[in-house]
């Protein structure tokens, strides 16, 4: 398993970290760094506003660097398949701050995959319902890339729930079914409706 030291370093050495002129780049993404609580309170605003279609627009968010981190770290590192899930989720993630994060289990085939993610910085306080949206998002657009298939991720604890860690299940898109509590939270509703229609019978 690669350590967060470890891929600091190689990404460092490589030239995939760079740092000027008001800029910062990892593997040529630009990012900007904030403080979790500005993080936190823009998702507080989104769902005090909006509720779980507000979730939905966070975690339709997260998907977009989710989906742009895997393409690039394809490229830059060369790696796919689950080498590219472990090294995204020790590594790459953890080194821009989003927890202690690892693969439970990952089906290549079934496009199917499990991650635990412990001290997310989401998850600082308590709230009524899961509220890591955006690193669920994030984990969903990752994976989409490394299946090569629609997929959407629920998560299934969350430590603002008072579990030890959040726990994130991905699956086929057209594998969710609508009428499950948390996919009703959690997932945007006309895009399952959307993938089972195009499910080959
Ligand atoms: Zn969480």
Redesign the pocket.
């Known amino acids: 398993m690669m350590g967060i030291g470890t891929i600091f370093k190689k990404f460092l050495l490589a030239r995939q970290i760079e740092m000027e002129k008001g800029r910062i780049s990892i593997v040529g993404i630009r990012s900007a760094n904030t403080s979790t609580s500005t993080l936190i309170s823009i998702q507080e605003e989104v769902i005090k506003t909006l509720g779980d279609e507000g979730a939905k627009l966070l975690y339709n968010a997260g998907k977009v660097g989710g989906v742009e981190l895997a393409k690039t770290m394809g490229k830059v590192m060369g790696l796919s398949g689950l080498k590219m899930a472990e090294s995204l989720a020790t590594g790459c993630t953890q080194m821009m701050g989003w927890g202690i994060v690892s693969v439970i289990k990952c089906d290549l085939k079934a496009c199917t995959a499990s991650f635990k993610?412990e001290d997310?910085p989401?998850?600082l306080k308590r709230y009524k319902k899961?509220?890591?949206h955006v690193e669920r998002g994030q984990i969903a657009g990752a994976m989409e890339i490394i299946f090569n298939h629609k997929v959407d991720a629920i998560?299934i604890r969350?430590?603002?729930l008072g579990h030890h860690f959040?726990q994130f299940e991905i699956k086929p898109t057209e594998e969710f079914d609508s009428n499950d509590k948390l996919v009703r939270e959690q997932l945007p509703a006309d895009d399952i409706i959307k993938a089972k229609k195009k499910r080959p019978k």
Do not use: I, Q, T, Y
Request: hydrophobic share 35%.
């Open positions: 993610v997310s989401l998850s899961a509220f890591c998560e969350c430590k603002s959040c």
